[in-house]
C-alpha cells in the first residue's frame, strides 16, 4: 500500500522561505508524474508544480521563479523548495502522485481527480 507522507509547513513571515518534503513509501518511487497542489479556506484545490519522470517541471504563473520542485529518487522524496513567501501562498499544501505521465498544459489546468495518491496535506501560514 502506497502511503505518502509530506513535511515542512508552519507559519512564516512575508519574505521568508520554507521547504517542504513529501516521503513515499510502500512503492518504488517510479511514478511518472509528481505534483504539489494547495488549497486555501474556501478556495478549490488547485496545482502548484508538476514534475515528470524525467525531472521536466512546470509551475503555477503565481510562483514561477519562487517555486522549486526536485525529487530525490533514492530517497523517495519529493521537495517544493519556496521562496520569496507571500500572504497569497497561504494554503494547505499536498503531494500528489500518478503512474501516468503529467496532465498535459500548466499546473492551474490540472485536477486533484487526475492524481492517485495523496498525502495529508501540510499547512504553510504566510502573514504580512
Known amino acids: 500500500q502506497v502511503e505518502v507522507v509530506e513535511s515542512g509547513g508552519g507559519s512564516v513571515q512575508a519574505g521568508e522561505s520554507l521547504t517542504l518534503a513529501c516521503v513515499v513509501s510502500g512503492y518504488n518511487f517510479n511514478f511518472y508524474c509528481m505534483a504539489w497542489f494547495r488549497q486555501a479556506p474556501g478556495k478549490k484545490r488547485e496545482g502548484v508544480a508538476l514534475?515528470?519522470?524525467?525531472?521536466?517541471?512546470t509551475y503555477l504563473d503565481s510562483v514561477q521563479g519562487r517555486f522549486t520542485i526536485s525529487k530525490d529518487d533514492a530517497r523517495k522524496t519529493l521537495y517544493l523548495q519556496m521562496n520569496s513567501l507571500k500572504p497569497d501562498d497561504t494554503a494547505m499544501y499536498y503531494c500528489?502522485?500518478?503512474?501516468?505521465?503529467?496532465?498535459?498544459?500548466?499546473?492551474?489546468?490540472?485536477?486533484?481527480?487526475?492524481?492517485?495518491?495523496w498525502g495529508q496535506g501540510t499547512q504553510v501560514t504566510v502573514s504580512s
Open positions: 514534475i515528470e519522470k524525467d525531472g521536466t517541471t
Open positions: 500528489a502522485a500518478r503512474r501516468l505521465a503529467c496532465p498535459g498544459g500548466t499546473p492551474s489546468k490540472v485536477t486533484e481527480f487526475e492524481f492517485s495518491y
